[in-house]
T-cell receptor, first 113, second 116 residues
């Protein structure tokens, strides 16, 4: 089955700096790659996603890049703010967003003011 | 719109006891998912329903876990008997279903289960 690896497991940055989280996946049939933010005591919340026919997508301070040849995708957060502090999960699916999402183990991001 | 509702939020039981979790998806969402999230890991799909039919239960430990979605709305996940390794957060998610394959999964707050 699909295996998603995520790095780093923890990331600490100063407010205003950029943060990058990287994921690799094993199944070349994967076609949907969402990123979720999970705050303490809450369920994951989708922040951005990318489909396999797109190489990059941006939404304000958040961007995601996908390299299908290398089977890796990354989350970029610019101008980080303390409220960005949370656990971030990448995921991959072979059946779009309505199929089984295979999640990475998460990255705990801490933004220091 | 109201989000995915789950109850209870917390549950503590002894091993070998049984427990049930309840989920009410977002109104109109035909697809419902149950995920298990062990501390320090990402969520893992246990079962996916499309209306009241099962789409995927390949990772559900069927000797002790069961789930149902009567009438295609609310769902219940049951564990009987519970083991120590079942300690986790159980997340329910829902999404609309269309022929397009990119409909967001909305997650509930989860039920934190502790098995002693």
């Amino acid at each position: 089955g699909e295996n998603v690896e995520q790095h780093p497991s923890t990331l600490s940055v100063q407010e205003g700096d950029s943060a990058v989280i990287k994921c690799t996946y094993s199944d070349s049939a994967s076609n949907y790659f969402p990123w979720y933010k999970q705050e303490l005591g809450k369920g994951p919340q989708l922040i951005i996603d990318i489909r396999s026919n797109v190489g990059e997508k941006k939404d304000q301070r958040i961007a995601v890049t996908l390299n299908k040849t290398a089977k890796h995708f990354s989350l970029h957060i610019t101008e980080t703010q303390p409220e960005d502090s949370a656990v971030y999960f990448c995921a991959a699916s072979t059946r779009g967003s309505q199929g089984n999402l295979n999640f990475g183990k998460g990255t705990k991001l801490s933004v220091k003011p | 719109e109201a989000g995915v509702a789950q109850s209870p939020r917390y549950k503590i039981i002894e091993k070998r006891q049984s427990v049930a979790f309840w989920c009410n998806p977002i109104s109109g969402h035909a697809t419902l998912y149950w995920y298990q999230q062990i501390l320090g890991q990402g969520p893992k799909l246990l079962i996916q329903f499309q209306n009241n039919g099962v789409v995927d239960d390949s990772q559900l430990p069927k000797d002790r876990f069961s789930a149902e979605r009567l009438k295609g709305v609310d769902s219940t996940l049951k564990i009987q008997p519970a083991k120590l390794e079942d300690s986790a957060v159980y997340l329910c998610a829902s999404s609309t279903w269309t022929r397009r394959t990119y409909n967001e999964q909305f997650f509930g707050p989860g039920t934190r289960l502790t098995v002693l």
